[in-house]
């Protein structure tokens, strides 16, 4: 008698809400996506994404949190193109992390 087991290996980003990191998760992923235009002397719209004070306090605005998930192609598009959008999980990542009292580790 001989048995045989197949099994299927997806390739899903597995995303890890709990616990998020400001210096593991969220600093990368900023720089990474956002801090090209926002950092520097003069960041656009005056939004300096670099630090974790400025990041925590921009961050409480629910307007950035909106225009990070705007559609893409419309005017408010972040980051605009040709970059890529947040991933769902990115997003879902930096709300949890502001849910979870935007700390600094």
């Not at 980003?13 to 593991?24: L, P």
């Not at 090209?36 to 921009?58: K, N, R």
Request: glycine share 4%; with cysteine; aromatic share 6%.
């Amino acid at each position: 008698m001989m048995i045989m087991i197949f099994g299927c290996v997806y390739d899903e980003e597995i995303c890890n809400t709990i616990d998020v990191s400001y210096s593991a998760v969220i600093a990368p992923t900023l720089d990474a996506n956002c801090n090209s235009c926002h950092a520097g002397i003069t960041p656009a719209a005056g939004l300096d994404l670099t630090d974790y004070e400025q990041v925590s306090d921009s961050l409480t605005s629910v307007k950035i949190l909106e225009v990070i998930q705007n559609e893409i192609g419309s005017y408010y598009e972040m980051p605009p193109a040709p970059n890529s959008p947040l991933s769902d999980c990115q997003i879902l990542l930096l709300k949890n992390w502001v849910a979870q009292g935007r700390r600094n580790n």
